[in-house]
């Protein structure tokens, strides 16, 4: 079992900057790769980026790529999304997850956070 806690989330203004965080309870934590996904209102959920367990490898959508960046702390058991020159469009309640690959797909992570919502104003 993991148990994930996001925070980091706020209103922004546009071309502004955030930094999310997202840490794991859990022993295996360093033994699954993490993604990040958001949800805008009336909106189906959305990969953003996703990290591989060792942290050696990325995936970003296209829409973020250049803007955000996915690192994470296998010794903090934290991963993070660096986000700048955010968009109105960005605005969303962003999730972390894991999952046993890299995958784009929701339905492929097991474990999910309670989200943290991002608002940039334009």
């Known amino acids: 079992q993991v148990h994930l806690v996001e925070s980091g989330g706020g209103l922004v203004q546009a071309g502004g900057s955030l930094r999310l965080s997202c840490a794991a309870s859990?022993?295996?934590?360093?033994?699954?790769?993490m993604g990040w996904f958001r949800q805008a209102s009336g909106k189906e959920r959305e990969f953003v980026a996703a990290i591989s367990w060792s942290g050696s490898s990325t995936s970003y959508a296209d829409f973020v790529k250049g803007r955000f960046t996915i690192s994470r702390d296998n010794a903090k058991n934290t991963v993070y999304l660096q986000m700048n020159s955010l968009k109105p469009e960005d605005t969303a309640v962003y999730y972390c997850?894991?999952?046993?690959?890299?995958?784009?797909?929701?339905?492929?992570?097991?474990?999910w956070g309670q989200g943290t919502q991002i608002t940039v104003s334009s």
């Open positions: 997850a894991t999952a046993d690959g890299m995958y784009t797909i929701p339905a492929m992570y097991i474990y």
């Open positions: 859990g022993r295996t934590f360093n033994s699954y790769a």
